[in-house]
């Protein structure tokens, strides 16, 4: 399977992006789909996930909550990750991967299948 992220950019604090996660290889469906984040000198950390068929629940780190959402269509394998109200600490490199587990997990270790990561710099 192969995830590719593209909507990255440079926004000005208060903006909004959104970033796209688009599968191939995978039945779309059966898998479980999150966002990580990784800002310079720091760990990979969840951002939000989009659970797989039958559940389709979410789950979002609270550092985001109210912020962001995850949304998904299956129609064309791509999850998306809508951004709003953006702060410069959200500024890191933005990756979704992919699992077949129905468990959302925030340790990155629990999913083999990554994207190479899209950028999202927020400017002050």
């Known amino acids: 399977g192969q995830l590719v992220e593209s909507g990255g950019g440079l926004v000005q604090a208060g903006g909004s992006l959104r970033l796209s996660c688009t599968a191939s290889g995978l039945t779309f469906s059966l898998y479980t789909i999150v966002w990580f984040r990784q800002a310079p000198g720091k760990e990979r950390e969840f951002v939000a996930a989009?659970?797989?068929?039958?559940?389709?629940?979410?789950n979002y780190a609270d550092s985001v909550k109210g912020r962001f959402t995850i949304s998904r269509d299956n129609a064309k394998n791509t999850v998306y990750l809508q951004m709003n109200g953006l702060k410069p600490e959200d500024t890191a490199v933005y990756y979704c991967?992919?699992?077949?587990?129905?468990?959302?997990?925030?340790?990155?270790?629990?999913?083999?299948?990554w994207g190479q990561g899209t950028q999202v710099t927020v400017s002050s």
């Open positions: 989009f659970n797989r068929s039958p559940s389709y629940s979410t």
């Open positions: 991967a992919a699992s077949v587990s129905s468990s959302i997990s925030n340790w990155d270790r629990a999913y083999p299948f």
